[in-house]
């Protein structure tokens, strides 16, 4: 079992849309895996898959239900083999938030839920998709996972006192060579494992259809695809 925080510095960096990816590359080689919203403030997990939030990540931590019930099993269509994949919303809407956010809660609740969820559902991998920036949330969150992943883009700024145990530079333009990259990532995050991501045309345009479906199985021989797969096969063991 391992717990996998994902997060950034700052907006924009695609780290939601990675973490659905890798999520469905684990769940498709066969993995039990969950990914959890905790962007209360600025949610994106339920418009990534396409799917619809009936009980979310605030309900649970203002009491109104369990963290299992808040999870969404996605369609066997999104997963292969043994492997399944579930999705945990942020919120449901505004006032989902509200409650949790304005009336606070006990981090404590975040990881008490992290360690039921992974028992109920009976997981392989758990990532964590965390606000941008250095909130209470990433905090939380890399303090209980195995790995920190962390996501920049090209001239990215250090991750605000969250060292990284692993690095992704995503959406790096074809015209700029990956030994640079690397070298100029090395400069600000220091020499962590990274993998460089491409920008990919056929990845701004895809859309979730509502089952769940990711780039990486919809489009599976797609060269984006193939790093995806290497970059869960390292982030899993």
């Known amino acids: 079992m391992r717990i996998v925080s994902v997060s950034s510095s700052y907006g924009g960096t695609g780290k939601t849309t990675l973490a659905v990816n890798i999520g469905a590359a684990a769940a498709r080689s066969g993995l039990r895996v969950a990914i959890v919203d905790t ?18 990540l605030a309900d649970y931590l203002c009491g109104d239900c369990d963290i299992a019930r808040a ?36 981090p404590g609740l975040l990881v008490e839920g992290c360690r039921r969820l992974v028992d109920a559902l009976d997981l392989d991998l758990l990532l964590l998709d ?5 909130t209470t949330e990433a905090v939380v969150c890399a303090g209980i ?31 700029l060579a990956e030994p640079g990259i690397l070298n ?20 701004a345009e ?10 990486v199985t919809a489009h599976p021989e797609h060269g984006l695809s193939s790093r995806i797969r290497a970059l869960t096969r390292a982030l899993t063991g």
């Open 130 to 134: 965390t606000p941008a920036g250095l």
């Open 184 to 203: 100029e990532a090395r400069s600000v995050h220091g020499d962590v494992p990274m993998a460089v991501l491409p920008y990919s045309p056929e990845l």
């Open 71 to 106: 999870a969404h099993h996605l369609p066997t269509g999104a997963a292969g083999g043994e492997g399944a994949l579930f999705a945990v919303a942020a919120i449901r809407g505004p006032q989902d938030a509200a409650g949790a956010l304005v009336g606070g809660y006990d």
């Open 145 to 175: 996972a195995d790995v920190s992943l962390h996501v920049d883009r090209i001239r990215g700024r250090p991750p605000l006192r969250l060292s990284p145990s692993f690095l992704v530079v995503n959406m790096v333009p074809a015209s």
């Open 206 to 215: 895809f859309a979730p259809a509502g089952d769940g479906e990711a780039f």
């Open 39 to 56: 962007a209360m403030q600025s949610p994106g997990l339920a418009d990534a898959l396409g799917v619809p939030a009936t009980w979310s």
